[in-house]
């Protein structure tokens, strides 16, 4: 389990590599102290937004799509993938709480689907809301 990348697994970095093409910047894996007392981790956090966005792996966090009851060691693999789901749950509602936006994505979504939701959820870029305040002032 060590090889396990808790960040920076391949389609976080596509997808950062995206954002960051675009003009939007960031936070990655960044502690979210929250008020309630939980702490969470987002993959990519907008704190001026108040968006944070979780790329979650098929197997780890039991995607409805991929995921897959382990065949092995059932009795410890179905336990912590229930907490992980769990976990999940807890943070978003948490997050929710604070007045955050939750964008959950899983690893196989294809990357303009991703950015698309990503995109949605925190708006324009400062470059792109100049060049629209300019368009209106025309």
């Given at each position: 389990?060590?090889?396990?990348?808790?960040?920076?697994?391949?389609?976080?970095?596509?997808?950062?590599?995206?954002l960051?093409?675009?003009?939007?910047?960031?936070?990655?894996?960044f502690?979210?102290?929250?008020?309630?007392?939980?702490?969470?981790?987002?993959?990519?956090?907008?704190?001026?937004?108040k968006?944070?966005?979780?790329?979650?792996?098929?197997?780890?966090?039991?995607?409805?799509?991929?995921?897959?009851?382990?065949?092995?060691?059932?009795?410890?693999?179905?336990?912590?993938?229930?907490?992980?789901?769990?976990?999940?749950?807890?943070a978003?509602?948490?997050?929710?709480?604070?007045?955050?936006?939750?964008?959950?994505?899983?690893?196989?979504?294809?990357?303009?689907?991703?950015?698309?939701?990503?995109?949605?959820?925190?708006?324009?870029?400062?470059?792109?809301?100049?060049?629209?305040?300019?368009?209106?002032?025309?």
């Amino acid at each position: 389990m060590k090889a396990n990348r808790r960040s920076d697994t391949k389609p976080e970095i596509a997808l950062r590599r995206a954002l960051h093409a675009r003009g939007y910047r960031y936070r990655k894996d960044f502690r979210l102290d929250l008020p309630s007392g939980v702490r969470v981790r987002p993959d990519i956090v907008f704190t001026a937004r108040k968006v944070a966005v979780f790329v979650d792996g098929c197997f780890w966090h039991v995607c409805p799509e991929h995921g897959r009851e382990p065949t092995s060691n059932e009795w410890y693999w179905t336990p912590k993938l229930r907490r992980n789901v769990e976990r999940d749950r807890a943070a978003d509602a948490a997050l929710q709480a604070a007045g955050w936006r939750v964008v959950r994505l899983w690893e196989h979504e294809p990357l303009p689907a991703a950015l698309q939701a990503v995109t949605d959820a925190i708006g324009p870029t400062l470059v792109e809301r100049k060049f629209e305040d300019s368009s209106e002032a025309e």
